[in-house]
C-alpha cells in the first residue's frame, strides 16, 4: 500500500515569497484519507487575495496572501465543508483540510494534502521519443501503490516485453508467480484523472517458440452434457510456434490433430491503467474493469489502439498476458500462453473522458462490456457505446436504437474470467453517414 | 390441434391378401395418444411367419400371417410392453396397440395407430423440379396440425414470397395478424424424424420499397441508465428501401441521422421445421428451438443454407420474418421488417441427425445456440458444435477443446425474443486442418 | 385454433326493433382477423341516435338508428381507422368492420365481428354454488381455442381432481400424454380483459399412495464438477405416500436414504387463464408467464390464493401438475408427481388488472417473476411488485426502493423449465405500517 | 505487499544441535516466490538420517544430519523438481529451494523459505478467554499482507466494535474511507491451511441510533420500466434506529411512509478469511469469494455461525459492515448501514475442509453460492452442499438429488455487490432422516 508519508516527504517549511504567486487553474490534490493516498480535482479563481473556486463539486471561497492560502469549501447540496489552510509554493500547494462530511457533519477529521498543478505536461513540446525498456519485476496487482518502472511523454515509443502469464520470460526462465505479470506501470506526463490514455500497439511479436495452454473447457462455456462426457478433465498442452511461418501446431497431437495447424495472431490479454481508490487499493492481473485489464480480446493486436479513461496521476500504464493465438472467449482458460515483444506509442487526450474501455481499428470502434456475465456485459457494451455516439455524435437515445438496429456487430469476446466480456463493433462506414456536429469543444489530443 | 379422425380417415376394411406382404425394414408408427398425433420408429426383421425387431427401444416378437400382425413388444429396462394387432396393405399398416408404460404398467390404455414405410422416397429418382407458389395463408404456429400447402420432393426448388413480420404482403396489404406468420408448411417426401432437412437459400430478394422498424433497444441490451435517459419510449420507424442502389435509409431522420445509410443485406429472421409433440402441440412462430424458428441470425441470407433436424414425417417446414437489413441481435426488437421473395432448394439427408439448428456458407460452419439467456446460448452453441465435430471428426472432448480455444467465433445472433441466440462459428479452413476418419457410414445425401 | 366461423354461427338476420337500443356502456368485441378471433375493448356514449365513444385506444363517431349501428373510429396518434357497420340485438352487437392501419392506410382489409355487452355478470346474483366436476379430458396448451368444460359463476366453489404430470389419473391409469395435462378450462362468468381472476385454493388433498419423481439435477442447478461426478445419469425413482401419516419415502432408497422421509406438502404445479393472442394460437402446458402456467411455485398449496390477469372472456381457467412436496426450484426436474383432489373458489375483481402474477396467503403477499434466467426472473419479480404497491399504496419508485430494502424476501421458485422463476415475498406485516392512500376507486370485488 | 525480508527476519545463525531433531509430521513452508510469501504443505517421515515424505504433492527423499536438512522432491507426474538446502532449528526450518517448474524445467530458480510445523496449538490447552479489542486501524483490502491486529486461540472469544460501511464509528466520528472497512485481522493460532475456521456470533447489538441507506434500487434488481419511471435517481436515506425497541424508522418520511417501521435484526455484511495468494496480493473487502467477504447475508446475524476454509496460516479472520437491517440482496445498496458491538468465539476444525462458505443456525444448514450472476450463484450453492453432503453423509449424486429435490430451500442473499449471492438451505429436521456413516475419521475439532 502507498504509504501516505512518502507522498508527504517534501513537506518542508518555505520562506514567504516576496511576490504573489498565480494559483488561478486546475489542481489534483492528492489526500491523506485515513492512511490511504486519495486524489480530487480543484479549481481556482483569482483575483487579487480573493480566492473562488471548486473542489470536488464544493464552491470554495478564501483568501492568498503572502503564499498562505485558507479557504472554505461548502456542498451546495448538504451540509459538508472543507477547511483549508496551506502554503504555496510555484507549481505545489500543501497542508491541512479540516473535512467535514454531510453524513457525520458533527464529527469533522483532519488530514494533510498536496496539490500540483495540472499544467500542460512541459513534456509535451519535447520530441517524441523511443525508449528501450528491459523490465525486471513483474507486477500482479493494477495498483498506483507501484513505482512506475519509467516515465514517458505522450507521443513517445515504448519498446520492451513481456513474460508470459505464468510469470516465464523469453527464454523460458521463471520470473514471476502466474497470474498475468505485467511489465510496468509506465508514467504518462500530463494524463490525469478526467484524459483518456491512447495505447497504440506498434507492433506486437512472437520472441520464442512454443506456448503453454490446456484441453480444457471454462465453466462458463461448458454444459453438463458436456462435462459429463470430458469428465471434465484438463491437461496443460504445450503447441509449437513456427516462428518462420507464423503458424501454431500442438507438440503432442491426438489422433484427429495430427495436421492441425492455426495461424498465429499475437495480442495483448491484458492493457490497464491504475483503478484508482474506486475499486481499492489494488485488483489482481488475472481481473479487468473500466481501467481494462484482464479482457483477453483476441483483437488488441498490431494495429490497433486501446483507449482508456485515466484514474490516477500519469495513468500507470500496464501491459502482459501475450496470447500467439485465441479463439473468441478464451474458452481454454489458457490460451496460447507466451512472451512477446512489445512496442506501443502513447497520447493523451487532455479533458476528454471516453465512457468506457474502447478498442479501435482501421475498420471498426469497439466497446468492450466487462460484467459477471455474458447477458450483462451484452446491455454494458451497448451503453458505453450509446455513451460514446452521444458524446461523438449528438445521437439521441432513439437515434443511437436505430443505428444499433442496423449496425451492430457483437462478438463474445471473453469467458475465461471472472468477468465476462462482450465486444459491440460498430463499422466506421457505417459510422462514416451521421452527421457529425460542429465542434464547439477543442478535443486537443496531445501530439 | 391435429384431430386424430383425421388422420385415420383411410382406415377401411381389406380383403386378406392371398400373398405373404414383406415388411421387413423401417417404418414410422404414428399413434392416437389420447387424442394426440405421436410418431415412433418400428424396425422390422421377417422370418417367414416370424417377426422380430425393435419398436421405439422396446424389443418386439410376433406373427405376420394372412396378412394380419400381431406382436409383443417389451421394454428391456423395464415392465412396460406394447401388444400389437394390425392389418398390412403394402406399405401401410393400421391397428390397435394395447399400451402398458412402465409406470402404470397395471393399467394399459388401447390406442388405434397407422405405419407408414419410410420407403426411399420413390419421388427422389423423379427429376428435380421448380415450383411456383403463391400464398394464401399465413400460419402463426410452428405445428404438424396444419395441412402442408405444396408437397416437394428432396432436389426440388421452391419459389414463392413472404409477408413481413406484421402480416403485410409485397403490395402493403394485411394478409394475417403480426407475429412472424409463415409462408408454409411444405411437406418434403421421405424426409423422416432422425434425418436432417438441408434448406438452400438459392435467392432472397427485396419485393417492396419500404419496411418497418422501431427506434427502441430490447430490455435484454438495455441498461436502467440507458432507459432513464431514453425514458424508455419506443416509435415505430419507417425506413425506405432503394431498390436499384440495394441501400436503406429511415424516411423521417433526427438531425444527426440525414444522411444515415446502411446497404441492404436481406436474411429470413425465421425458418423451421414442425418441432413435433416434444414441445407440445405448437409454438408460436416468435420462438425457437431445436427446430429452427425465430432464430433472427442475420447471416441466413442468400448464399446460406440452414439444416434442420427433421422431427415429423414429411419435415414441414416454415419460413418468414423477413428483414432488409439487421444488425446482430435485432437489438430494435423490429429489424427493418419486410416481405420478401424467396427461393428455396430443400435436400434430405437420410439418417443423418444433425446434432443442432445450423447454418453453413462458403466460409464457415455455425452452430446456433438458443436458450433463455445469452449465458447459457453460448455453452449451447458450444456443446453443439463439439456433438458435430465428434460426429464428422470423432474428437475427444479435449481436442475440441484445442480446436475451440484457437478458432472459435462467437456472435451475439438474437437478443429481442424470448430465446437469446448465440452462434458459434468455425472457419472451415481452419477445420481443413483436422484429419477425419474414413467414412465408414455412408451418409446417402437424397441428392 | 379457434374456428371464426364457429363464433359467429349466431349471427342471423333480425328483424329492425321499433324501440331505440340502449348500447351505452362497455362492450368486448370479438374480431375475426385473418382466421384468428382477437378481443377488443368497445366504450360507447349515447346521445339520442348520436354515438360516440372508444374502440381500443381510437376514438369513434357514429349513429345508430332502426338498431342499425355505423361509426367511424381514428386512431388520434396516426392514420389508422376503423369503419363499422353493425346491426344490434340486445347484448350483442355484430357487423363488418373495414380496418385501415397506421402503417398500411392505404390497404385497409375488411372483418366480421361480434360484441357483447361488459355487463356484470347477471349471475353474480345468483347464490355461490359448489360444482362437482370430473374430468374426463386433459389438456396440454393453454388456450382459448379449446370449448370450456364448465361455466361457473364468481363466487363459487369447484371440486374436482387432476391427473399427474404425466397424465396418469388417482387409480394410476395414463389418461393422457404427459407435460402437465391440465384440467379444465373452466369458464368463468363475468370475467373480462382488464379484470383480476382471485383463486382460492380451498383443498388440496393427495389422492393416491404414490409419487414419480427423478433422481437428476436439472441443468440450472448443474455444474461442469458436478456433472462429471453423477455422469449426469437420471432415472425414476417412485416415492411412497403414506396418506395416514402425509409423509413421503423413496420406495427403494440407496444406502444412506433408507430412513429419508419429508413430510408432504400439496402444491399446484400449473395455475392459469388462457394466454389470449397476444401470446399465440397456445402455449404447451410446461410453460409458463403473465397467465402464470407451469410456475412450480411451492408455496400454492392448501390456503394460499392464486391472482392472475384475465386476458380472454371468462378467464378460462387450467390448473394440474400436483406435487406431493417439491424443494424450491423443483430441481429433479420431475418432483413428487401425483394425482390430487382439487377444491377451488373462484373471484373477479372487476376493473382491476393485478400487474402479473400473484400469490397471496396469511402471512405475505407474492409477486411472481418468470423469465429466460433467475437473474431477469429476480428483476421481474421487482417490477411486478413495485406496480402492485404503487397500485395499492401510491408509493413512489423511491419509497418502494426503502421499503424493498428493509422487507423484501426472495426466493427461487422455479429452475426446471424453460422459464426460472423468482418469487419476491413482502410480510403483510411489514406492509401494514404503510400509509394507504383514501380509495378512490372502487375495486369491487364481486363476492 | 507483504515483504519477503519481514518474514524472514528471525533467521539467524544458530549452533548445530548435538541430538539428532525429530522432523517427521507435518509443516507449512512458506516460501519467497519472487517477492511474494506462498505457503505449501509438507509432510516428513524420518528414520533415523533419512528423509521420505511429501512437498506440495511432490514426492521427497533426503537426509538430516546435525541439523542439516537437504531433500530432492520430483513431481511424480511431470519432470519438475525442487532441491533443498535447509537448517533444522526446534519446530523451524530454514533454507534454500531450488525450484525447476514441470513446464520450464530447464530453468530452475533459487528461493529462501521458512518452514514452521503444524503443532497442535500449545495454546490450545489454555484456557478460553475473553478478549477486549479496541480497533484503531481499519482495512479495506482482504489480505495477508496486514500484520494481524491481535492474536487469539481456538475457544477464545473477542469483544470488539466494527466502524459501518462509510468507516464511521460509534461515536459518527469517520474513522476510515468507505467500502466496507474492517475491524481485524486476528490471528487464530493453529489454523492452517486445510482447516476450517468457525466464527460463532455471540452477541450482535446496535451502538448508535441512527442509520445510512439509500432509496435507489442496483441495476440487478432493476428493469428499463422501473429506471424509465425513477429516472434511476438515488438519495442518501437516514434511518433512525430506536434502540429501546429495536426498530427503525426513515427519519424523513415521503408521504406514504409516514409511519413505516420495521423491526431491526443486526447482521454482518462482511466476514471473512485472508484469501491467500490464489487471488492474488489482497481482494478489496466490497468483493467476496470463497474466503467470505462481503457476502451481505441477513441470516447471520445473532447466534449464527458462519464456517470458513483456512488458507493461510492464522487464517486470518476479518469482519465488518454492520446492518441494521436488511431486505434480501441488499437492494437498495447500502443496507441500513451502522457500527456495530460484535462478540463472537473461534474454533477450529483441524484437518477438515469445508467445501465453501457456510452458514448454521438452530434450524439450517446453508451454502452460500457467490458468483457473476444469480445463474451461476444458484449452481455453485448446489455444487458446493453436494460436496458438503458427500463430506458428511457419503451421498452420491442421486440421493443428493433427492434430497435436494425434496428439501431445498434457495433465497436470493446478494444483489448489490461485484458477486450475485444465492444461499442453498437445508433444514436440519429434514437432514437428521439421512444415514450418517460410521465416523472413520477423527474430526478433532479443536474445543
Given at each position: 500500500?502507498?504509504?501516505?508519508?512518502?507522498?508527504?516527504?517534501?513537506?518542508?517549511?518555505?520562506?514567504?515569497?516576496?511576490?504573489?504567486?498565480?494559483?488561478?487553474?486546475?489542481?489534483?490534490?492528492?489526500?491523506?484519507?485515513?492512511?490511504?493516498?486519495?486524489?480530487?480535482?480543484?479549481?481556482?479563481?483569482?483575483?487579487?487575495?480573493?480566492?473562488?473556486?471548486?473542489?470536488a463539486?464544493?464552491?470554495?471561497?478564501?483568501?492568498?496572501?503572502?503564499?498562505k492560502?485558507?479557504?472554505?469549501?461548502k456542498?451546495?447540496?448538504?451540509?459538508?465543508y472543507?477547511?483549508?489552510?496551506?502554503?504555496?509554493?510555484?507549481?505545489?500547494?500543501?497542508g491541512?483540510?479540516?473535512?467535514?462530511?454531510?453524513?457525520?457533519?458533527a464529527?469533522?477529521?483532519?488530514?494533510?494534502?498536496?496539490a500540483?498543478?495540472?499544467v500542460?505536461?512541459?513534456?509535451?513540446?519535447?520530441?517524441?521519443?523511443?525508449?528501450?525498456?528491459?523490465?525486471?519485476?513483474?507486477?500482479?496487482?493494477?495498483?498506483?501503490?507501484?513505482?512506475p518502472?519509467?516515465?514517458?511523454?505522450?507521443?513517445?515509443?515504448?519498446?520492451?516485453?513481456?513474460?508470459?502469464?505464468?510469470?516465464?520470460?523469453?527464454?523460458?526462465?521463471?520470473?514471476?508467480?502466474?497470474?498475468?505479470?505485467?511489465?510496468?506501470?509506465?508514467?504518462?506526463?500530463?494524463?490525469?484523472?478526467?484524459?483518456?490514455?491512447?495505447?497504440?500497439?506498434?507492433?506486437?511479436?512472437?520472441?520464442?517458440?512454443?506456448?503453454?495452454?490446456?484441453?480444457?473447457?471454462?465453466?462458463?462455456?461448458?454444459?453438463?452434457?458436456?462435462a459429463?462426457?470430458?469428465?471434465?478433465?484438463?491437461?496443460?498442452?504445450?503447441?509449437?510456434?513456427?516462428?518462420?511461418?507464423?503458424?501454431?501446431?500442438?507438440?503432442?497431437p491426438?489422433?484427429?490433430?495430427?495436421?492441425?495447424?492455426?495461424?498465429?495472431?499475437?495480442?495483448?490479454?491484458?492493457?490497464?491503467?491504475?483503478?484508482?481508490?474506486?475499486?481499492?487499493?489494488g485488483?489482481?492481473?488475472?481481473d479487468?474493469?473500466?481501467?481494462?485489464?484482464?479482457?483477453?480480446?483476441?483483437?488488441?493486436?498490431?494495429?490497433?489502439?486501446?483507449?482508456?479513461?485515466?484514474?490516477?496521476?500519469?495513468?500507470?500504464?500496464?501491459?502482459?498476458?501475450?496470447?500467439?493465438?485465441?479463439?473468441?472467449?478464451?474458452?481454454?482458460?489458457?490460451?496460447?500462453?507466451?512472451s512477446?515483444?512489445?512496442?506501443?506509442q502513447?497520447?493523451?487526450?487532455?479533458?476528454?473522458?471516453?465512457?468506457?474501455?474502447?478498442?479501435?481499428?482501421?475498420?471498426?470502434?469497439?466497446a468492450?462490456?466487462?460484467?459477471?456475465?455474458?447477458?450483462?456485459?451484452?446491455?454494458?457494451?451497448?451503453?458505453?457505446?450509446?455513451?460514446?455516439?452521444?458524446?461523438?455524435?449528438?445521437?439521441?437515445?432513439?437515434?443511437?436504437?436505430?443505428?444499433?438496429?442496423?449496425?451492430?456487430?457483437?462478438?463474445?469476446?471473453?469467458?475465461?474470467?471472472?468477468n465476462?466480456?462482450?465486444?459491440?463493433?460498430?463499422?466506421?462506414s457505417?459510422?462514416?453517414?451521421?452527421?457529425?456536429?460542429?465542434?464547439?469543444?477543442?478535443?486537443?489530443?496531445?501530439?
Amino acid at each position: 500500500m502507498k504509504v501516505a508519508s512518502l507522498v508527504f516527504l517534501s513537506v518542508v517549511s518555505l520562506p514567504a515569497l516576496a511576490q504573489q504567486p498565480t494559483i488561478a487553474g486546475k489542481w489534483t490534490l492528492t489526500l491523506d484519507t485515513f492512511g490511504t493516498a486519495t486524489t480530487w480535482p480543484l479549481t481556482v479563481e483569482q483575483k487579487g487575495d480573493h480566492i473562488t473556486g471548486d473542489y470536488a463539486g464544493d464552491k470554495l471561497e478564501g483568501t492568498l496572501k503572502d503564499g498562505k492560502l485558507t479557504f472554505h469549501a461548502k456542498d451546495p447540496g448538504g451540509d459538508g465543508y472543507e477547511d483549508v489552510t496551506a502554503t504555496v509554493s510555484g507549481d505545489t500547494i500543501t497542508g491541512t483540510m479540516i473535512w467535514a462530511q454531510n453524513m457525520t457533519v458533527a464529527h469533522p477529521t483532519t488530514h494533510t494534502f498536496k496539490a500540483v498543478r495540472n499544467v500542460p505536461s512541459s513534456a509535451s513540446s519535447a520530441p517524441p521519443k523511443t525508449h528501450e525498456f528491459t523490465p525486471t519485476v513483474f507486477r500482479r496487482q493494477y495498483s498506483s501503490a507501484y513505482e512506475p518502472v519509467l516515465t514517458v511523454n505522450p507521443g513517445d515509443t515504448l519498446h520492451t516485453w513481456t513474460v508470459d502469464a505464468g510469470g516465464n520470460d523469453p527464454s523460458g526462465t521463471p520470473r514471476s508467480l502466474g497470474g498475468n505479470p505485467q511489465t510496468g506501470p509506465f508514467y504518462v506526463n500530463g494524463a490525469m484523472p478526467g484524459d483518456t490514455l491512447v495505447v497504440h500497439i506498434r507492433k506486437l511479436r512472437l520472441n520464442r517458440d512454443w506456448a503453454m495452454s490446456t484441453n480444457g473447457i471454462v465453466p462458463r462455456a461448458n454444459t453438463p452434457a458436456l462435462a459429463a462426457k470430458s469428465q471434465n478433465k484438463v491437461d496443460t498442452v504445450r503447441w509449437h510456434l513456427d516462428l518462420a511461418n507464423n503458424i501454431a501446431t500442438p507438440e503432442k497431437p491426438g489422433p484427429h490433430m495430427q495436421h492441425y495447424s492455426v495461424p498465429v495472431r499475437p495480442m495483448l490479454g491484458c492493457v490497464a491503467v491504475a483503478p484508482g481508490d474506486a475499486s481499492g487499493p489494488g485488483i489482481r492481473t488475472g481481473d479487468s474493469g473500466g481501467f481494462g485489464g484482464n479482457m483477453d480480446f483476441n483483437e488488441v493486436n498490431e494495429g490497433a489502439t486501446v483507449l482508456l479513461p485515466v484514474r490516477v496521476p500519469g495513468a500507470l500504464l500496464f501491459f502482459g498476458d501475450g496470447h500467439a493465438v485465441q479463439g473468441d472467449g478464451e474458452t481454454t482458460g489458457d490460451a496460447l500462453e507466451t512472451s512477446l515483444d512489445v512496442t506501443v506509442q502513447v497520447e493523451v487526450l487532455k479533458g476528454k473522458r471516453i465512457p468506457g474501455v474502447f478498442v479501435d481499428n482501421d475498420t471498426h470502434i469497439m466497446a468492450v462490456g466487462l460484467d459477471g456475465s455474458i447477458d450483462q456485459a451484452f446491455a454494458d457494451a451497448t451503453e458505453t457505446m450509446f455513451a460514446y455516439l452521444e458524446q461523438e455524435y449528438k445521437l439521441t437515445p432513439q437515434e443511437f436504437a436505430m443505428v444499433l438496429g442496423t449496425a451492430a456487430e457483437y462478438k463474445i469476446s471473453e469467458a475465461a474470467d471472472r468477468n465476462a466480456g462482450v465486444v459491440l463493433k460498430m463499422a466506421k462506414s457505417k459510422l462514416a453517414t451521421l452527421t457529425k456536429p460542429a465542434p464547439t469543444q477543442p478535443a486537443p489530443a496531445t501530439h
